[in-house]
C-alpha cells in the first residue's frame, strides 16, 4: 500500500485546517482547505502524487498543521513530522501515524480507532472538547514522548498510553477506561476521577483524594492485556502484584491507580 503522497511546497506562513483530508476524498488536490483564515485548494499548498487506495501520507509536517484526521473513519494517514492541534479529533476508526509530536487536543473525544505518536503532544490529549464533556470514549493512543497538561481528561472508554511524563491534572474527571504513563506523574492526577484505572510507576502525583487500599492482584488484568498490546508492554513478564490506591475519594469516585514495579 503506497496510496496518496502530500508534499508541502514550502513553508507555511500561517495555521493550515487540514479537516476534510481523509482517504477516500475524491480529487484531494481541488479541496478547499483552510489557510491563515482564507479557502484555498490542497495543491496550492502540497503537491499530490500516487493513487488513493487508502493511506495518505504527508511528507513532512509542521506544527502549523492543525486537524489532520479530524473524523477518521477508516484507512490509513502517516504523518512523517510534526502536526498542530486537532490530531484526530472525532475520529470513529482507522489508524494515525505522526512520526513527530503533536499540538493539543490529540485524540479529542475520538471513539474508535488508533494513533500512535512518536515525540511528545500538547495539553489536554484525549479530552473533551471546549464546551463538551465527553473525553476519549474509545480506542487506543499511543504517545512515545510526553504529554501536557490534562491529559485524558474527561475520559469515558478506551487506552491511553505515555510513554514518558504526564503534565499537571491527568486523568481529571475520568469516569470510565485506562491511562497508563510509564514516566513521572504530574500533580493532582486523577481529581475528581469516578471510575477507570490508572497504570503507574509511582503514587507521586496523585491527587490528595486518593488512599492506599492495599495490594492488587494482576491476573484479571493481564486477561485484558491480551487484547491490548500497551497494557502487555507496561506489565511486562513475571510481576503477578500491584499497590492499589482508590478514588478520588473526595467526590465519591471508584476508580484506581495500580502501581506497577519495573
Do not use: W
Amino acid at each position: 500500500m503506497s496510496g496518496l503522497t502530500l508534499t508541502p511546497r514550502g513553508a507555511f506562513d500561517a495555521r493550515v485546517d487540514f479537516a476534510g483530508v481523509l482517504p477516500g476524498v475524491a480529487d484531494v488536490a481541488r479541496l478547499p482547505i483552510g489557510y491563515g483564515g482564507c479557502r484555498i485548494a490542497l495543491g496550492e499548498l502540497f503537491e499530490v502524487a500516487g493513487a488513493d487506495d487508502g493511506r495518505v501520507t504527508i511528507e513532512g509536517g509542521s506544527a502549523l498543521l492543525d486537524s489532520v484526521g479530524a473524523g477518521l473513519a477508516d484507512g490509513e494517514i502517516v504523518v512523517k513530522g510534526d502536526v498542530g492541534a486537532g490530531l484526530g479529533r472525532g475520529m470513529t476508526g482507522g489508524m494515525i501515524s505522526v512520526k513527530g509530536s503533536a499540538g493539543a487536543y490529540a485524540g479529542s473525544e475520538i471513539t474508535g480507532g488508533k494513533i500512535a505518536i512518536g515525540g511528545d503532544v500538547g495539553e489536554r490529549l484525549a479530552a473533551a472538547g471546549d464546551a463538551s464533556r465527553r473525553g476519549m470514549s474509545g480506542g487506543v493512543i499511543v504517545v512515545g514522548g510526553s504529554a501536557g497538561s490534562r491529559a485524558a481528561e474527561r475520559l469515558r472508554g478506551g487506552v491511553v498510553m505515555i510513554e514518558g511524563d504526564a503534565g499537571e491534572g491527568a486523568a481529571t474527571d475520568l469516569i470510565a477506561g485506562t491511562l497508563v504513563v510509564a514516566g513521572r506523574l504530574g500533580p493532582n492526577a486523577g481529581r475528581g476521577m469516578k471510575r477507570g484505572t490508572l497504570l503507574l510507576r509511582s503514587a507521586d502525583g496523585l491527587s490528595s483524594g486518593f488512599s492506599e487500599a492495599g495490594e492488587h492482584d494482576l491476573v484479571m488484568l493481564r486477561v485484558l492485556a491480551r487484547r491490548s498490546h500497551e497494557i502487555a508492554t507496561f506489565l511486562g513478564a513475571g510481576v503477578t502484584k500491584a499497590q492499589r490506591y482508590a478514588g478520588d475519594l473526595y467526590s465519591g469516585g471508584k476508580g484506581e491507580a495500580l502501581i506497577v514495579p519495573r
